[in-house]
């Protein structure tokens, strides 16, 4: 018997069209490991199951009729609940949201429709998704599979925690400084996180629209390929959707990957705790084995681009949410209202200064650090998994130290814009951690096939709790 | 009174914050880290050349880009 929690996307969609399972056999069981999923990570905002299952049974009779198209025909699938459809209220993972239904699709959940996947379930993420450890004081702390005492990572964290568990294959997250990298890394799966303008943010709620960009979580990468080539290209709902041509990505999973060169930043990777920069060397080790080629590169002063992004996130974000804060600020959590209300301190003048750096540091990074790099490595989490217990500190007055360990190595990627394929690293029998994979702009296809080769040497897994 | 001689209302308080009723405590720590950032501001800014933009950044995207 086949064990559908253990397939890709691609192969389940593969084994629904042959007929070897249903779509609604698929479902089904994505509902009960979903549900058994929820009970040990609250990784659930709201089920669909009656919804799910229809669209399964519809998707069935569109397979037995041939006529189902899309490259994840009748895949069940659930996403972070940050993303617009019609008729919906998605919550944002806040108390504040009870509004207007939308009145169409976010662009993400179109493209995952016309590839024909099922949603059946919304889930966790942080508040507004201004929080990098899947603490939520209104929807309650997301936990993470391998050990519910410890942190999901944040904000994406029901998608993390749900793919790592094996009750979808797939979801849809967003990252603005690391939502994507970081809860991938903490549940051991893989995440991609676009180049700034590659997706359409359209119908996904805005963070900082200046670093938001939207990209997904998937135990396989090649599911990350097969996502991406719905996701990407030009979107006249977005502006900053890019008009850049899109490659074939899954095709592009078995480039060749020797002689790929992987910049290591001795420097920033040392402020790093000594168990992560070990983990960063395994994980060299292996790419090395994979046929790429180690070499030395430097970033600009990596704690000026952490302040930098500090300076466009921070107003940026206030900005968004400034009529909600002066009308209804006792809706917000303690801790998404002391970041907020820190951007309004942000001068004017910094704010555009950090935007004017902006094409300055990115070309400074392009000539200098990738002159002599085609990727570089970075921990994601410069930390082993923290507990939820050690970053339970609401709104105190070490949150913005707190959070800006957090997402040392996460943000300043979202200033430069650049595209960050997560990878886990062997956990050797203990707790889950990831590395990021930073490249040139929109080279994610590179990414991919450097992934795609890791994950012959390093394969997914499943996750079960193991304290 | 007549309502010409009525007192009038008080200043309202100036400031993008000021309606987003802050206690005093986060108020200060938000200033302190603010403070922090324009340091650094302060710094880039005399390494900018006038010309820079911030429409830059999206020109340097497209231009380093490798599909």
Known sequence: MTDLAALSARALAKAIAEKKTSSLEAAKEAINRLVACHELTNCIVALEADAALEAARAADAAVAAGGATGALAGVPLAHKDMFDRKGKIASWGAAIRADRPAEEDASAIAALNRAGALQIATLHLAEFAYGATGHNYVLGHARNPWDPARITGGSSAGTAAAVAYGAIPLGLGSDTGGSLRLPAACCGVSSIKTTWGRVSRAGAMPLAPALDTVGAIARHVEDLAVALAYLAGPDPRDPAAALLPVPDYVARLGDPVQGIRVGVDEKVISEAHPAVQRMVEEVLAILQKVGLQRVSCAFPDWQTLDHLVQLVQLPDASAVHAAFLRTRPGDYGPQVRARIEVGHFIGAVDHLTALRARGTYLQRTLDRTFGDADIAILPVLADPLPTIAELDIGGGPNVQAAMGRVVKFTRPVNYLGLPALTLPVPRNGGLPNGVQLVGRPFAEAQLLAVGQAYQRKVPPEIATPLF | ?67
């Open chain 2, 1 to 67: 009174m007549a309502a010409s001689e009525k007192e009038p209302a008080p200043a309202r308080q100036v400031g993008s914050a000021a309606g987003a009723d802050m206690p005093d405590e986060h108020r200060a720590r938000a200033k302190a880290h603010a403070a922090a950032l324009a340091e650094t501001a302060a710094s880039v800014a005399l390494e900018l050349p006038m010309s820079a933009d911030v429409d830059e950044f999206r020109r340097v995207l497209a231009a380093g880009a490798k599909p």
